[in-house]
């Protein structure tokens, strides 16, 4: 090495991505060291940070060139010594740059106060706030305010975060395009419209509300109410996840979904209201979407918001069998209950989606409709290489031996399936068709009979789900 240009060992050292081989590697000799300190870009610190301040000012001046800081405390106890607290922020947005990407993980000494001297930090794109409890929605107005290239925000479980004043702002700017709310109870569905423009650049939409908080205030209609029919300009997203979210009719999150005309990616989880004329909408405009993943709420758990009942039928996943011909993943799954939805997806509505379909994933949980029929159909799926089944008590051994003929099938997934024994996975022991086999929780399936029944096998048993 000692031979080499300087350039090389550049080249070589920069090839090297796991942190801790290139930690070994600076300590081999100065040079390294040295370039070490000018190429390492990213940074992640939290509990061993000891004094928390006076560690990260070393860090900073050992590397100049960071972009990307994360610092988490999972796991913190008081004996592991302080947490960085706000003058450590200062620290970060004097000594850093370049600072592009920022997360904050399990901060709980952080404040507003420390948000504030963020706002220097002018090349800050993507900022990720993970329990922060004493930020406050003010700490972030003063950030989005100075950090105008804010392109990434995601906030998960701020729970005093309770004005939305930073959200009206980052519509003016109409610079986001990933927004992630998860679980800040005082932010609710009818506050994203106050982005405004910002959703013509919106990329990534993420929205979860607590579904504990929720449930305490029985679906609060209010949060519904406050979305007027209006133009939602949204044809730039790409991806959308709403979980635990009310869907009113025509107006609100029902708008979103009949506007996005890039759409690749859709997650509605536990999402009261959703209708077929949603979900026919999305797929009439959305006729690039790959993957869309439903799952339902039981009728046992749907409250009476409105006067016609809440569910979605056949009408719905014929839409974007039709429409949606470039769909490879598919997920469909109902809510537990003691008993299965009575608005259920029948068998030749899920049907059609694989024979319509280039499907390459398929997933189901609780779907009782689906049964051995619904197996012998799969044969015929020939774009088919991953299947999931969870809580399909429908499927008997009958169904499970038909897996054999399946064309491209390379992935199996069992869980919780009642119905299936060892007899079923006799035709696939010795043939290798599938590269993995995995059962969990399937009680009439020993981890005898899935050995060899694929190039390779996981198995897990706990029955304690049946009691």
């Known amino acids: 090495m000692d031979k080499l240009p300087e350039h090389l060992v550049w080249e070589i050292l920069g090839r090297i991505r796991k942190t801790v081989d290139r930690n070994s590697a600076s300590l081999a000799c100065k040079q390294f060291y040295?370039?070490?300190?000018e190429q390492r870009h990213s940074l992640r610190v939290g509990c061993g940070l000891?004094?928390?301040?006076?560690?990260?000012v070393?860090?900073?001046?050992?590397?100049?060139?960071?972009?990307?800081?994360?610092?988490?405390?999972?796991?913190?106890?008081?004996?592991?010594?302080?947490?960085l607290d706000d003058q450590g922020l200062y620290v970060l947005s004097t000594n850093c740059p370049c600072l592009v990407d920022l997360t904050l993980s399990y901060c709980t000494f952080i404040t507003d106060v420390g948000l504030r001297y963020l706002d220097t930090c002018s090349n800050l794109s993507a900022l990720r706030l993970n329990f922060t409890t004493r930020i406050t929605g003010c700490g972030i107005l003063s950030l989005v305010v100075g950090c105008k290239n804010l392109r990434l925000l995601h906030l998960?479980?701020?729970?005093?975060?309770?004005?939305?004043?930073?959200?009206?702002y980052l519509g003016k700017l109409e610079t986001l395009e990933d927004l992630l709310i998860k679980n800040c109870r005082a932010i609710g569905e009818g506050d994203l419209i106050k982005l405004g423009l910002s959703w013509r650049k919106l990329k990534r939409l993420q929205f979860e509300v607590d579904a504990n908080y929720r449930y305490m205030k029985v679906y609060d209609r209010l949060a519904v109410d406050r979305w007027q029919k209006q133009r939602v300009p949204c044809e730039n997203m790409v991806e959308l996840s709403l979980i635990n979210c009310i869907i009113s009719p025509g107006r609100g999150l029902a708008c979103v979904l009949g506007k996005c005309r890039n759409l690749e990616k859709i997650h509605l989880d536990m999402c009261v209201g959703v209708r077929d004329s949603d979900i026919i909408n999305l797929a009439k405009k959305s006729s690039n979407l790959r993957s869309i993943s439903l799952r339902v709420p039981s009728d046992f758990s749907l409250p009476l918001l409105m006067n016609?009942?809440?569910?979605?039928?056949?009408?719905?996943?014929?839409?974007?069998?039709?429409?949606?011909?470039?769909?490879e993943s598919v997920r469909i799954s109902f809510s537990d209950g003691e008993f299965p939805s009575f608005s259920s997806f029948t068998l030749n509505g899920i049907l059609s989606l694989i024979?319509?379909?280039?499907?390459?994933?398929?997933?189901l949980d609780h779907v009782y409709s689906f049964n051995d029929v619904g197996m012998?159909?799969?044969?015929?799926?020939?774009?088919?290489?991953?299947?999931?089944l969870v809580r399909c008590q429908e499927i008997s051994d009958e169904g499970l031996?038909?897996?054999?003929?399946f064309p491209r099938l390379s992935i199996l997934r069992l869980k919780k399936c009642l119905g299936v024994t060892d007899d079923g996975l006799k035709p696939l022991v010795g043939s290798y068709k599938l590269d993995l086999l995995a059962v969990e929780d399937c009680p009439q399936i020993s981890e005898r009979s899935v050995q060899g029944a694929a190039r390779s096998v996981s198995f897990r048993q706990d029955l304690s789900w049946m009691y």
């Open 34 to 37: 040295e370039f070490d300190s």
């Open 156 to 168: 998960i479980r701020c729970l005093n975060v309770n004005s939305v004043e930073w959200l009206e």
């Open 308 to 327: 016609n009942p809440l569910r979605l039928t056949d009408e719905s996943l014929k839409a974007l069998a039709h429409n949606c011909t470039m769909l």
């Open 401 to 405: 031996q038909l897996v054999t003929q």
């Open 355 to 363: 024979q319509k379909c280039p499907v390459r994933e398929f997933a």
């Open 58 to 83: 070393s860090l900073c001046n050992r590397f100049p060139n960071l972009t990307k800081v994360e610092i988490t405390y999972a796991g913190w106890m008081s004996r592991l010594g302080k947490q």
């Open 376 to 388: 012998e159909a799969l044969c015929s799926a020939k774009y088919l290489e991953i299947l999931e």
């Open 50 to 56: 000891d004094p928390a301040n006076v560690a990260l």
